[in-house]
């Protein structure tokens, strides 16, 4: 899986020799060198537990330069030159504190310069050392930097200036700038900006192209999206170009970097083990849509650090071609894979987005003939170790999948609780829609009480009455109760009202339908007709001129 602050270290000499420096998983430094059966053989351990994230780089005097930290926070140098080894701390830890200390090492005639970022309580510190005669001198400061995943990037030119890019704050947002370091006059420049944005500015990624154009590549952030920006500056101006903004996306680039590949310049960035780039001449005038690589070797994806050391009579092996007096020096970082020798992404076509394998080292020939008993034993041992590397990458990567699993089995079971949740509130909506639609079901409603029953076969809601009932006058709701004492008739008026009976003989009265009424019913209306309560007059005659609610006429 590409990352890219772990990173393979591969240097071809200017006798043609391909080595490799790397940490594998048993947190073992060593370097290897490529056969010409295109297997990795020759090993040669330079130290043991160490941390993965180091930084390696080839003198013009053919030997290597390697720093690295313990398992305890100690920085330590080693110088080789692929059999010889020669180790020693230059800075010890006063409490062991392991993290990633970007290191970096330049180099230069007879002097090494150290580089390496350290944490000081809350803040963090960009320091270096010289070393002379392998005796590391007094660690200096250069700034203060940010404690984010890349808070800076050093390099250097051919005239041996050192340039250490990182960020200063402007008073509301953090910049991005540089200061310049004379290795003739041993002083450092003040800051100078670079960005002017209305937000933070991080990530710098720089190189120094053939002509000595400095080209930096940043991410900076808006309100909402993560934008990957180009900028350069010509040797022969101290004005920087105009921001050119790459892409925009939700996701952050920290896994991106710039290189030089002939006369082209490529702003790349991988996410998800998937290479995305955009292309554009040395001049930075005009760049490429953001496009996906047509190759993409999947999770095999590695960072690599490749270097061309330049021969005697100042030519280079290095595919980019060299036209200018000025050289970025230090090694190109370049997403690829190390198997079966080792491959390079953006080196073998100019059309980038075609399915084209990239190129591989060495490149494969047919054999001529037999192969020697030490060479077969080499090919078995490289063989061997490689069957490990791998068998140990498989472990680890099983290892960060069962972390994963936990993580999906919670997710899972709290989509399935929204899931339920979501299912039950569905329900009451169905519940109530239904309701609304179709809120009287026949009779069913009266037998729990919740319609009243009115003349003519209707139904109303006792729920609606109540309201309708509140607007009955106060002086008929205060109006006396008639009992059934009051509304007893005398004998008096009962025979009276059998005298009348008798004097209208058999005759059955009609109702107002035309049909017979019944005796129940006239006996009824009878009794209706004939009593008449006690009541106040006044009371008596707010009941006979109130006509009751509007509402209670129509419902009727």
Same mark, same amino acid.
């Given at each position: 899986m590409f990352n890219f602050h772990n990173r393979h270290y591969i240097f071809r000499q200017?006798?043609?020799?391909?080595?490799?420096?790397?940490?594998?998983?048993?947190?073992?430094?060593?370097t290897s060198t490529l056969g010409r059966n295109g297997i990795w053989g020759d090993v040669t351990v330079i130290a043991r537990n160490v941390h993965q994230y180091f930084y390696a780089e080839l003198g013009q005097d053919d030997f290597y330069h390697i720093l690295y930290q313990d398992n305890s926070g100690n920085i330590n140098y080693a110088k080789t030159d692929g059999q010889y080894v020669k180790a020693f701390p230059v800075l010890n830890s006063k409490t062991p504190a392991v993290y990633n200390k970007q290191l970096y090492i330049a180099p230069l005639s007879?002097?090494?310069?150290?580089?390496?970022?350290?944490?000081?309580?809350?803040?963090f510190l960009l320091a270096y050392q010289v070393l002379r005669n392998n005796r590391p001198g007094t660690p200096k400061i250069v700034d203060y930097v940010s404690g984010s995943s890349i808070p800076c990037f050093v390099l250097y030119d051919t005239d041996q200036n050192i340039y250490a890019f990182y960020q200063s704050y402007d008073g509301k947002y953090l910049q991005l700038g540089y200061k310049k370091f004379?290795?003739?006059?041993?002083h450092w420049s003040d800051f100078t900006a670079v960005t002017k944005h209305q937000g933070n500015c991080e990530f710098p990624h720089v190189i120094i192209d053939s002509s000595g154009t400095i080209h930096l590549c940043y991410q900076r952030r808006t309100s909402k999206l993560y934008e990957i920006v180009c900028q350069h500056k010509t040797p022969d101006r101290n004005l920087w170009s105009a921001e050119t903004v790459l892409h925009s996306s939700i996701h952050p680039f920290e896994n991106a970097s710039i290189l030089q590949v002939n006369d082209r310049i490529i702003v790349y960035w991988v996410r998800d083990n998937i290479i995305y780039y955009c292309a554009g001449p040395l001049s930075g005038s005009s760049w490429s849509k953001p496009a996906r690589y047509g190759v993409q070797p999947?999770?095999?994806?590695?960072?690599?650090?490749?270097?061309?050391?330049?021969? !005697? $009579?100042?030519? &280079?092996?290095? *595919?980019?071609?060299?036209?200018?007096?000025? #050289?970025?020096?230090?090694?190109?970082?370049?997403?690829?894979?190390?198997?079966?020798?080792?491959?390079?992404?953006?080196?073998?076509?100019?059309?980038?987005?075609?399915d084209h394998p990239f190129r591989q080292y060495p490149s494969p020939a047919p054999r001529d003939g037999g192969t020697s008993v030490d060479e077969l034993k080499s090919l078995v041992l490289s063989s061997f170790r490689q069957l490990q590397d791998k068998?140990?990458?498989?472990d680890a990567e099983w290892a960060e999948i069962r972390k994963e699993m936990p993580k999906l089995a919670n997710a899972y079971m709290e989509l399935s609780k929204e899931t339920e949740k979501l299912s039950l509130r569905l329900n009451l909506l169905e519940n109530k829609l239904a309701q609304v639609s179709n809120?009287?079901?026949?009779?069913?409603?009266?037998?729990?009480?919740?319609?009243?029953d009115i003349p003519g076969g209707?139904? !109303? $809601?006792?729920? &609606?009455?109540? *309201?309708?009932?509140?607007?009955?006058?106060? #002086?008929?709701?205060?109006?006396?109760?008639?009992?059934a004492k009051d509304t007893a008739p005398s004998p008096e008026e009962q025979q009276s009202a059998a005298e009348n009976s008798s004097a209208s003989g058999d005759t059955i009265a009609a109702n107002n339908d035309g049909f017979p009424e019944s005796s129940g019913s006239q006996t009824r209306k009878t009794s209706a007709e004939g009593t008449k309560p006690s009541l106040d007059p006044e009371a008596l005659k707010a009941w006979e001129e109130w006509q009751g609610p509007k509402e209670w006429i129509e419902g009727i």
């Open positions: 200017s006798d043609g020799q391909i080595r490799r420096f790397s940490c594998d998983l048993r947190q073992n430094l060593s007879d002097e090494i310069y150290l580089f390496y970022v350290l944490q000081h309580g809350n803040s004379s290795t003739a006059r041993k999947g999770r095999r994806l590695q960072c690599i650090c490749y270097k061309e050391q330049q021969t !005697r $009579d100042g030519s &280079s092996f290095s *595919p980019g071609k060299r036209t200018g007096d000025g #050289s970025s020096l230090s090694p190109g970082i370049y997403p690829g894979v190390v198997s079966e020798g080792f491959k390079l992404i953006f080196m073998e076509t100019e059309d980038f987005a075609i068998i140990g990458q498989m809120p009287y079901h026949g009779a069913e409603p009266a037998k729990y009480g919740l319609l009243e209707h139904y !109303r $809601d006792t729920a &609606s009455s109540a *309201p309708l009932r509140d607007k009955v006058p106060a #002086s008929v709701k205060d109006k006396p109760s008639v009992s």
